[in-house]
């Protein structure tokens, strides 16, 4: 007798079939969607062999935001941008890893139709401990009308975004998208060389037991941050609390665990740095998109992430995200105990 196999559906297939529900459904954004998987199975070649080559350590360089850069990091980034470069589909590309707009000037991309901002290797700190790392991306389509990309086509908000999704290389190496459709998740299987889908129709719940924070931070948290961790410490059978503490130190891994079981993440202003750590279109953007197409929210404690306006590529931004009621209840919080004075 001949057994049944059950279906599998790699991204290049489940991409074709939900053509139809791209904006502008010309097959570009898939085109380019493609070619961002195709980048991260080859950056996952080399970050599963990290404990191997002689690839780790810093490269004795730094970003514009003056960080050790990891050789991991550089190799991400010449991957991406080579993916899309090859392509066709993107015209230039805002890096964490490049202080200006990278353009693709050859031929046949100088006039496509999108943009992609892009953190290559986020958590690049991990990489030498064996520890889960991801990449994050954000698509846009270009305001300018065609010739070299400009500023403003970056400086778009969130809610401009046509697609946005992370890879994350963990136990597993899963890539994550959504184009404004829900949220659809594919893992890597090694042996056949293919993200296969493995969680449709993602959901956050809208509640959760685990809060992610740098707690090392604790003095330097605003108020309304500092109240919301002893909260989540309280005893209170009726909301599970206390919650569990997770951090990872890799923003995407933490989200998508979070995204899973239920959860906020929180990378607070701090007195050193008002605008925290993270950084608004290539980190913030991309997952509040992801997390509001699964239900859930993305704030700054005090406005939806995918409505601010930014002014700059590297700009940062505060963020609380994550569950929907979680994400809630930390920015009562803040309101109460942090609001700017007006
Ligand atoms: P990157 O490696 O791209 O520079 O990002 C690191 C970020 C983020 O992934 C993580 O959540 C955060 O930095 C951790 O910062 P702290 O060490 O200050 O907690
Ligand atoms: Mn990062
Ligand atoms: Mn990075």
Do not use: W
């Given at each position: 007798m001949i057994k049944t196999l059950r279906s599998v559906r790699t991204l290049g297939q489940f991409i074709i079939e939900r053509q139809?529900?791209?904006?502008?459904?010309?097959g570009e954004l898939s085109r380019l969607l493609r070619d961002i998987g195709i980048a991260a199975k080859i950056v996952n070649r080399e970050v599963n062999k990290a404990g191997l080559m002689?690839?780790?350590?810093?490269?004795?360089t730094s970003n514009i935001q003056g960080e050790d850069q990891k050789k991991l990091d550089v190799y991400a980034n010449e991957q991406f941008i080579s993916a899309l470069q090859s392509g066709g589909e993107c015209c230039a590309i805002a890096s964490e890893e490049n202080d200006d707009i990278v353009h693709i000037d050859n031929e046949v991309s100088k006039n496509a139709k999108y943009v992609v901002a892009i953190?290559?290797?986020?958590?690049?700190?991990?990489i030498d401990v064996n520890v889960s790392i991801g990449t994050v991306f954000s698509i846009y389509r270009r305001?300018?009308?065609?010739g070299p990309a400009t500023m403003n086509d970056f400086l778009?908000?969130?809610?401009?975004?046509?697609a946005a999704g992370y890879i994350t290389y963990g136990s597993s190496t899963m890539l994550v998208y959504t184009t404004g459709k829900g949220v659809n998740g594919f893992t890597l299987d090694p042996s056949i060389g293919e993200f296969c889908l493995?969680?449709?129709d993602m959901m956050s719940p809208n509640d959760g037991k685990i809060y992610s924070i740098n707690e090392g931070n604790y003095v330097h948290f605003p108020e309304g941050v500092k109240k919301y961790i002893k909260y989540c410490q309280v005893e209170d059978d009726a909301s599970s609390r206390p919650y569990s503490s997770r951090y990872i130190g890799s923003l995407v891994s933490d989200f998508h665990r979070n995204l899973i079981k239920g959860g906020i993440y929180v990378y607070p202003s701090t007195y050193k740095s008002p605008k925290g750590k993270?950084?608004?279109?290539?980190?913030c953007n991309p997952l509040a998109m992801i997390v509001e197409q699964s239900g859930g929210r993305a704030t700054d404690g005090f406005m939806r992430i995918l409505e601010i306006q930014p002014k700059s590529l590297h700009q940062r931004t505060p963020l609380f995200i994550g569950s929907l009621n979680m994400v809630n209840k930390a920015e009562e919080f803040m309101l109460k105990y942090s609001a700017p004075e007006s």
């Amino acid at each position: 007798m001949i057994k049944t196999l059950r279906s599998v559906r790699t991204l290049g297939q489940f991409i074709i079939e939900r053509q139809a529900d791209f904006p502008y459904a010309k097959g570009e954004l898939s085109r380019l969607l493609r070619d961002i998987g195709i980048a991260a199975k080859i950056v996952n070649r080399e970050v599963n062999k990290a404990g191997l080559m002689d690839i780790l350590g810093d490269l004795g360089t730094s970003n514009i935001q003056g960080e050790d850069q990891k050789k991991l990091d550089v190799y991400a980034n010449e991957q991406f941008i080579s993916a899309l470069q090859s392509g066709g589909e993107c015209c230039a590309i805002a890096s964490e890893e490049n202080d200006d707009i990278v353009h693709i000037d050859n031929e046949v991309s100088k006039n496509a139709k999108y943009v992609v901002a892009i953190d290559p290797l986020d958590g690049s700190s991990n990489i030498d401990v064996n520890v889960s790392i991801g990449t994050v991306f954000s698509i846009y389509r270009r305001i300018s009308l065609s010739g070299p990309a400009t500023m403003n086509d970056f400086l778009q908000k969130g809610t401009d975004q046509v697609a946005a999704g992370y890879i994350t290389y963990g136990s597993s190496t899963m890539l994550v998208y959504t184009t404004g459709k829900g949220v659809n998740g594919f893992t890597l299987d090694p042996s056949i060389g293919e993200f296969c889908l493995s969680h449709p129709d993602m959901m956050s719940p809208n509640d959760g037991k685990i809060y992610s924070i740098n707690e090392g931070n604790y003095v330097h948290f605003p108020e309304g941050v500092k109240k919301y961790i002893k909260y989540c410490q309280v005893e209170d059978d009726a909301s599970s609390r206390p919650y569990s503490s997770r951090y990872i130190g890799s923003l995407v891994s933490d989200f998508h665990r979070n995204l899973i079981k239920g959860g906020i993440y929180v990378y607070p202003s701090t007195y050193k740095s008002p605008k925290g750590k993270l950084r608004l279109l290539y980190e913030c953007n991309p997952l509040a998109m992801i997390v509001e197409q699964s239900g859930g929210r993305a704030t700054d404690g005090f406005m939806r992430i995918l409505e601010i306006q930014p002014k700059s590529l590297h700009q940062r931004t505060p963020l609380f995200i994550g569950s929907l009621n979680m994400v809630n209840k930390a920015e009562e919080f803040m309101l109460k105990y942090s609001a700017p004075e007006s």
